[in-house]
Structure formats: structure tokens, C-alpha cells
């Protein structure tokens, strides 16, 4: 999915005012960015969904969520700019992809106010951090973990550089987080803190695990209808198909640098398989790689079956009469042709759905360190890390040759330890005779 031919939707996230089309608007004016939705502290500062970024000039309902959005009290939203809260940060950050809990599984509303028992760092009855005390900022540059150089590089400790601009948990913690002789120190250098320390997702909140567009467009009485599952979640919904949502979510397992590779719509798929959207880079040969925890997002997708290139889709209506918006007219051959030529590029005018993933790094949500992931749940062979070949872990993985090596030993040591008792005792009888 993507923005194009979306903005005045997508844009009440993707900060700006008036990003109603990308060929028209101006990057380069700062007039352009919205400081207050980082920066109020009121609470009542709301975009409105289809505004393009603005907030409502007048008292006004989305007819999409059936809520009523009021003009901003400007002096009492101007006088109340301060630091970024957990509500700026997770306005948007937790709702992302329509909706609470849809996107990352470690970032929802159950973060607002956590317990401690939900995240060490965040919990209200605990350290009580919120967003920016890691993601420090310099001049508007947002220290992030992942997605532009590999984050973990230059594994500095807050000890040594108070101005890192990667966030790892070394930054804090050091590469030897643990008591001294600890087993757990040996691991550092090649797995993640967070493979250990967050041993599940979504525990409050359920998040999507499964969406798939090939089902839209089913209607009720000749209206678009949603259905809600044992989760309280929609598991279909007209617009946009069937869902799977799960909770207590166990991650999966890559090895990664701290970048991701991009799937674009120019390139080239092959819809017989799964398709990657993005996947994470790294390899157990690469010292900058550590084994790190993912949410694995799949679902369907259309694409261009002769092109064979993943399409663009024109799903919000720009107005009444917009009936090439697949939400307004539900016809997926318009909807891709319009995104396709909004965004320059070819469509061969024949569609179909192909099975993709889209992974998401796991790094909220660290458990308390009497629920981490235990030694057995990976040094088994059915274990956490089953997936990940190309090494010897023990306790997973089992070769003969060692096998048999380790038997001999066994067996060579209970024989010596047997001769030896035997020989003390015979000597000590000769002693005493």
C-alpha cells in the first residue's frame, strides 16, 4: 500500500499541513510543518482523517470513525508547547496502519500507561520513561534504531558518548549488562538484547497479523459491512478484507545490522512464492549482525500480472464524484490503473493478489528480568531459533561426530573415575594390612 494518490487520508499522521498531492506541495517550506501535534500538551489538538493534516476550521463529523472534531482552542494549544509526551508520540506511532495496534505489535495504546510488568523502561510504577528519553533529539534529528545505516555499527555506551545517535541498548547498558560471569555476557556479541528481553508482543493489545485484500469488496443488503472476532478486532471489513489478529505474540528470529531491505513498485516479483516487501539485513559472518526479534506481518496484495510489479492503489475518494477510489467505487482495475498513472507508472490493465511479508523490528515491550526468555526455549530443537541454520547451537542441533566424541568422553572419564576409586581403595586396604 502506499501513499500516492492517498495524501489527504495517509497526511494525518505523516506530518504537514495541506499534503493534499505530492506535485503540489512544498517540502522545502517550514511553514508547511505541523510542530504542534509533536509539541501541544492540551490533548485537544486533532487532525481531521481526510483533512490533509489541517484540523477542522469548524465543528465537523468523519463519516469513517462516526467521531466529532472540534476547531482547536489556538491560545490554549499555542501556550501549551513543551517536550514531546507519550501522547504526541503515540497519536500516531501506536494507530499506525488504521488503527491501534495494527502495524509494529510492540507499539499500541496499552503503552500510554504501562505497567512495569508490560515495559521496564516505560511503566508508570517503574522507571516511567517516556519516548525521548531514548529517542534523543538534536536539532529536530530523531535518534532511531533502524532503517538508514546499520544502527548497530558503532556500539557506543552513553558512558562514553552522551550524543550517540543510534539507539542500542549498549547505550545504556553496556555489552556486558549482566553480573560479572555471567553466561548471558557471552551472548551479546551475537544476539540482541531484545531476543531475550522481550519474550512476547501485543500482551495487551492484539495486533494484526494477517490482512488480506483479496476479499474486499463484500457487501450486505448492498452495503459495505465489518465483522468483529473473539478479540473484539474487525475480522473483515468491506474496504479492505480479512484480518487475523493475535495477542501474546511470539517474535521471529534474523539476523540483522540494523538495516532493511526495500521491495519497490519497479521491481521485479515472482508471484509463485511469497513476496518480500522489505527483509532484514545481516548474516552470522557479519560482525555488526546480531540475531533480533521481528514481527512477521503477511497478507495479499494485488499486483500487475504481466509487469509482474507490485501496484499502487487509489483507495481514498478526492471527492464526490471520485468513483476511481477503490472505497468509493470497488472496483480494483480502476483503483490500480489511477494509482499506477499517479505515480508515472506502467499497469498492464490485468491484476491479481500475491501472498507478501513486511517485517517489523521488536524492541518495546521489554519484559521485567524474571520473564525473560529462558535458556531451553531456544537451546532446543524445536526452540525459538529452529528457523536459523548455518551454526552449532547447543542443546538445538544434533551431529554425530560430536555425539559420538561426546559419548567417548563420557565413557573415558566414568572409566577413569572407576579405576582410580578402585585404586585408592586397594591402596588404602594395603595400608591398613
Not at 517536550?83 to 499500541?108: A, I, M, W, Y
Not at 510489479?309 to 468509493?328: E, N, R, V
Request: charged letters at 25%; a positive charge.
Amino acid at each position: 500500500m502506499n501513499i500516492q494518490s492517498n495524501e489527504a487520508r495517509c497526511t494525518s499522521c505523516h506530518a504537514g499541513y495541506g499534503w493534499k498531492d505530492a506535485k503540489k506541495f512544498d517540502f522545502t517550506d517550514p511553514t508547511r510543518v505541523d510542530c504542534l501535534v509533536c509539541h501541544e500538551q492540551t490533548g485537544t489538538y486533532k487532525k481531521f482523517p481526510a483533512g490533509a493534516g489541517n484540523p477542522v476550521k469548524e465543528t465537523k463529523v468523519f463519516k469513517g470513525n462516526k467521531k466529532t472534531y472540534h476547531p482547536p482552542e489556538w491560545n490554549k494549544v499555542a501556550q501549551s508547547v513543551a517536550r514531546p509526551g507519550r501522547k504526541n508520540c503515540g497519536s500516531c506511532h501506536f494507530f499506525g496502519g488504521g488503527g491501534d495496534g495494527v502495524k509494529h505489535g510492540d507499539l499500541d495504546s496499552s503503552l500510554m500507561k504501562p505497567s512495569k510488568t508490560l515495559d521496564v523502561h516505560m511503566g508508570v510504577d517503574g522507571q516511567n520513561f517516556d519516548c525521548v528519553r531514548c529517542h534523543s533529539t538534536t536539532l529536530h534529528h530523531i535518534a532511531g534504531r533502524v532503517y538508514t545505516t546499520p544502527a548497530s555499527k558503532h556500539r557506543k555506551s552513553l558512558i562514553e558518548d552522551d550524543l550517540a545517535s543510534k539507539i542500542t541498548c549498549e547505550s545504556c547498558h553496556s555489552s556486558t549488562p549482566h553480573k560479572s560471569h555471567n553466561k548471558a555476557n557471552d551472548h551479546t556479541d551475537k544476539v540482541a538484547c531484545q531476543s531475550c528481553h522481550i519474550p512476547e508482543y501485543a500482551r495487551v493489545q492484539p495486533t494484526k497479523m494477517w490482512w488480506d485484500w483479496s476479499t474486499a469488496g463484500k457487501k450486505k443488503n448492498g452495503k459495505p459491512y465489518q465483522e468483529k472476532g473473539e478479540l473484539g478486532k474487525p475480522v473483515y471489513d468491506t474496504k479492505k478484507g480479512d484480518f487475523v489478529w493475535e495477542k501474546n505474540v511470539k517474535p521471529e528470529y534474523f539476523w540483522f545490522n540494523g538495516s532493511l531491505q526495500q521491495l519497490t513498485v519497479k521491481d521485479t516479483i515472482d508471484p509463485s512464492k511469497p513476496v518480500r516487501i522489505n527483509w532484514p539485513v545481516g548474516s552470522r559472518e557479519d560482525e555488526h549482525s546480531r540475531i533480533f526479534p521481528f514481527k512477521v506481518h503477511r497478507g495479499k496484495q494485488p499486483y500487475d500480472k504481466v509487469n509482474k510489479t507490485l501496484t499502487i492503489l487509489h483507495l481514498f475518494p478526492k471527492g464526490k464524484d471520485d468513483k476511481d477510489a477503490y472505497w468509493k467505487g470497488y472496483d480494483w482495475n480502476k483503483a490500480i490503473a489511477y494509482g499506477q498513472d499517479y505515480a508515472g507508472l506502467p499497469y498492464s490493465g490485468e491484476y491479481d493478489f500475491v501472498e507478501t511479508s513486511y517485517v517489523y523490528p521488536t524492541t518495546h515491550m521489554v519484559a521485567p528480568k524474571d520473564n525473560v526468555v529462558a535458556c531451553i526455549e531456544c537451546h532446543s530443537a524445536d526452540g525459538r531459533l529452529a528457523s536459523l541454520a548455518g551454526f552449532y547451537m547447543p542443546g538445538r542441533d544434533d551431529f554425530k561426530a560430536i555425539n559420538v566424541f561426546g559419548w567417548i568422553l563420557v565413557l573415558g572419564t566414568l572409566v577413569g573415575v572407576t579405576f582410580h576409586g578402585l585404586g585408592r581403595a586397594i591402596s588404602r586396604g594395603r595400608k591398613e594390612d
